[in-house]
């Protein structure tokens, strides 16, 4: 059981390539998120999913898009990127409005 | 828009010192409230969830509290040790089943 990996660990980037971030999870988890973490701002929400199928915005969408076509793979692309996209970028799942359960994170750099 | 604060943002205490985290947030329409631990270059681990209709929860050395009418939780770690140096995030939840982290405490445990 690993519960939930993200692929790759790390990743540079130059300005105006694109990408995708896989999130996998092996809980049968209905929800999925993803966030990205800045410095002295916590946690923000990208987007998430409620079903395979679904997806939604969260706080900061812009720039990114999702999808959800398998139950336990949920991607996040960035279709060009931006230095203000460099973060440390994590997927999460949950059984409906439970407790999330967090991915260890994909350090992204864009120069 | 909830909004959530967690003060101080760092704390350095000698070992065996026993101490208390806290947590604010503007808007006490929750269902749940969570604290994470992070270590540097990790992602998070779930260490309490307390529901809306709970007061507190404990594991271990910890307990966590939480106040909604006034918007605030706290995290008590007891005799505190070196490993417990890590940063401890707080996240609430609203009914819109998003989680909104607060920017995280800094903890430092000296030997």
């Known amino acids: 059981n690993a519960g939930v990996t993200q692929t790759p660990k790390f990743r540079v980037l130059k300005t105006g390539q694109s990408m995708t971030l896989l999130c996998a999870q092996d809980m049968n988890h209905e929800y999925m998120y993803w966030y990205r973490q800045d410095p002295g701002m916590g946690l923000r929400l990208i987007h998430y999913?409620?079903?395979?199928?679904?997806?939604a915005k969260g706080e900061v969408p812009d720039g990114y898009n999702v999808s959800r076509l398998k139950k336990q793979n949920f991607l996040l692309g960035l279709e060009s990127a931006a230095p203000s996209q460099t973060s440390v970028y994590f997927c999460a799942s949950s059984w409906s409005v439970y407790e999330q359960y967090f991915g260890p994170g994909t350090r992204l750099t864009v120069t | 828009k909830q909004e959530v604060t967690q003060i101080p943002a760092a704390l350095s205490v000698p070992e065996g010192e026993n101490l208390v985290l806290n947590c604010s947030f503007t808007d006490s329409a929750i269902y749940n409230l969570q604290w994470f631990r992070q270590d540097p270059g990790k992602g998070l681990t779930s260490l309490l969830l307390i529901q809306s209709s709970q007061r507190e929860q404990t594991s271990g050395r910890l307990n966590a509290s939480l106040d909604k009418s006034s918007g605030r939780s706290t995290l008590y770690i007891a005799a505190s040790q070196p490993g417990d140096s890590a940063t401890y995030l707080c996240a609430v939840k609203g009914y819109g089943n998003k989680l909104v982290f607060g920017a995280g405490t800094i903890l430092r445990v000296k030997s």
């Open positions: 999913s409620v079903g395979e199928g679904t997806t």
